[in-house]
């Protein structure tokens, strides 16, 4: 069982920043970590991603403005930059075994993958 534990989230002006954590005490490595985020009325849509040897992978929507980060199970998105198409719940994702992160729902919509319960992120014109 890997349970996952987000927090960081706020509201903030455009053009502010925001630091988003997420954490697992689970005993083993996680092979791939990663952020997605929902909007309401929208589907959920991925926005970055980090292996166990540090590969990542972004949306084209984040790239330049936002950076994942990890130290063994604990995984940090840096947002910079924000605007108002940026508000959306974030949820931390773990696929444990998986040999690619990708930042594609599906890889995590499975037996073998894990969401956290989300934090809020707000940003005001």
């Known amino acids: 069982q890997v349970q996952l534990v987000e927090s960081g989230g706020g509201s903030v002006q455009a053009g502010g920043s925001l630091t988003l954590s997420c954490t697992s005490s689970w005993r083993y490595d996680i092979a791939c970590m990663a952020w997605f985020r929902q909007a309401p009325g929208k589907e959920r849509e991925g926005v970055a991603a980090?292996?166990?040897?540090?590969s990542t992978a972004y949306a084209d929507s984040v790239k330049g403005r936002f950076t994942i980060s990890r130290e063994k199970n604990t995984v940090t998105l840096q947002m910079n930059i924000l605007t108002p198409e940026d508000t959306a719940m974030y949820y931390c994702?773990?696929?444990?075994?998986?040999?690619?992160?990708?930042?594609?729902?599906?890889?995590?919509?499975?037996?073998?993958?894990?969401w956290g319960q989300g934090t809020q992120v707000t940003v005001s014109s």
């Open positions: 994702a773990a696929a444990p075994w998986t040999r690619v992160c990708t930042v594609v729902v599906d890889q995590y919509n499975t037996d073998d993958g894990y």
């Open positions: 980090m292996d166990r040897s540090g």
